[in-house]
């Protein structure tokens, strides 16, 4: 069965430094999300694409953060700088389109900030 | 904002007792989601529910959409301990033409006592 690929799948930093995440989708899927998720939450949308283009990024801190999907296929989640409260598990997940199909979650990427 | 509130957050129970987890929209779906994510791992798809009052069932999980698609339940009858994980709902919220964001409630953690 198809995969949703990311990486790294750990990922130790200090604050003040930069960190990018990897995202490499279900080959044919449309829609790609990241996702934060806090130990005992839920997870919490950071942004949607659907192919390049951003359906959703109110929830991105656009002071810190960026994301990319430059030809609709892979995409890249980025922190910098990196600070304490970012330390979390960052999901990317896909699905075929953008309303009515199931999301298929990679293992994520544990970020940890020091 | 679009939020989706889910309750309880936890839920302790005899094996063999039923459970059941509760999900609640302010604003009307386009659809909504369950999921089940295992300790250690990444959300999984359960179930999608689109239509007003649809009820489905997968063995003892019983998953409701209310009549205005704005709430959601997911029943379990006769737990067992291969139920333990956190359940999470999450509300399609329609964005613009074939696209809406998904929105994760705060997920409900089932322990299992055998």
């Known amino acids: 069965e198809a995969e949703v690929a990311q990486s790294p799948r750990y990922k130790i930093t200090e604050k003040s430094q930069a960190v990018a995440f990897w995202c490499d989708p279900i080959s044919g899927h449309a829609t790609l999300y990241w996702y934060r998720q806090i130990l005992g939450q839920g997870p919490e949308l950071l942004v949607q694409f659907q192919d390049e283009s951003v359906v959703d990024d109110s929830q991105l801190p656009k002071d810190r953060f960026s994301a990319e999907r430059l030809k609709g296929v892979d995409s890249t989640l980025k922190i910098q700088p990196a600070e304490l409260g970012d330390s979390a598990m960052y999901l990317c997940a896909s699905s075929f389109t953008g309303l009515g199909s199931p999301l298929h979650f990679g293992n994520g990427t544990r970020l940890t900030v020091t | 904002g679009q939020q989706v509130m889910q309750i309880p957050q936890y839920q302790h129970v005899q094996e063999g007792e039923d459970f059941t987890t509760y999900c609640n929209s302010s604003t009307t779906l386009s659809n909504i989601q369950w999921y089940k994510q295992r300790p250690g791992g990444h959300p999984v798809f359960l179930i999608q529910l689109v239509k007003s009052g649809e009820v489905k069932k997968q063995k003892r999980l019983t998953f409701q959409f209310g009549e205005a698609k704005k709430n959601s339940s997911l029943h379990i009858t006769a737990t067992q301990t291969t139920d333990v994980g956190t359940y999470f709902c999450?509300?399609?919220?329609?964005?613009?033409?074939?696209?809406?964001?998904?929105?994760f409630g705060q997920g409900t953690t089932l322990q299992v006592k055998p």
């Open positions: 999450a509300g399609r919220f329609h964005v613009s033409g074939n696209t809406g964001k998904l929105i």
